[in-house]
C-alpha cells in the first residue's frame, strides 16, 4: 500500500506499511491508511492513486456457480489465468497499456471492441465491498 502522486511517483517523506498479502482490511491497516492521508494533507502533497497491489488474494471462488471474490490489486492477468483452469473465461479487453489490477478497472471502466457484445465490467459484478475515507 502506498501513495502516489499524479505523475505516479511515489509521494516523499510519508511511510508506506509493508507489501504484505492481506485478506481483507483489518482496523490496523486502515488506520495505517488513514494516517499516510493524513500525513499527505498536511504536507499539502496532491494524492492520486492508491497502490492497493498487495490486496490481491482470491477470497473464495465457487467455479460451479461461476463466483468469484477477489481483492482490488489482483491483475486482470492472474485472474483470467485462474478461471482458465476451470474452463471459464472473463470478456474483458481493456487497451493492453498496462497488466491491470481490478481495481484499476473498476476506478477506469476502460473497454474494448467486446464491450459491443459481452458488455463491460459492472455487468459482471455481483456486489462490492468498500472502505470508505471515513472507515
Known amino acids: 500500500m502506498g501513495l502516489h502522486d499524479s505523475s505516479g511517483g511515489r509521494l516523499p517523506g510519508i511511510e508506506s506499511p509493508p507489501l504484505v498479502s492481506l485478506l481483507h482490511l483489518c482496523l490496523d491497516h486502515i488506520a495505517q491508511l488513514e494516517k499516510m492521508l493524513t500525513t ?3 504536507k499539502e502533497q496532491r494524492i492520486a492513486t492508491i ?3 498487495a490486496i490481491h488474494t482470491i477470497r473464495e471462488y465457487h467455479p460451479e456457480d461461476l463466483t468469484i471474490t477477489v481483492e482490488p490489486g489482483m491483475r486482470l492477468s492472474a485472474l483470467k489465468a485462474e478461471l482458465a483452469k476451470h474452463g471459464q473465461w472473463l470478456p474483458l479487453d481493456p487497451p493492453p497499456v498496462e497488466d491491470w489490477t ?8 476502460p473497454s474494448g471492441p467486446r464491450r459491443m ?3 463491460v465490467l459492472r455487468d459482471y459484478v455481483v ?4 472502505v ?4
Open 40 to 42: 499527505a494533507h498536511q
Open 51 to 53: 497502490d492497493l497491489s
Open 102 to 109: 481490478l481495481g484499476r478497472l473498476i476506478d477506469m471502466n
Open 117 to 119: 457484445g459481452q458488455g
Open 127 to 130: 456486489g462490492l465491498e468498500i
Open 132 to 135: 470508505r475515507a471515513n472507515g
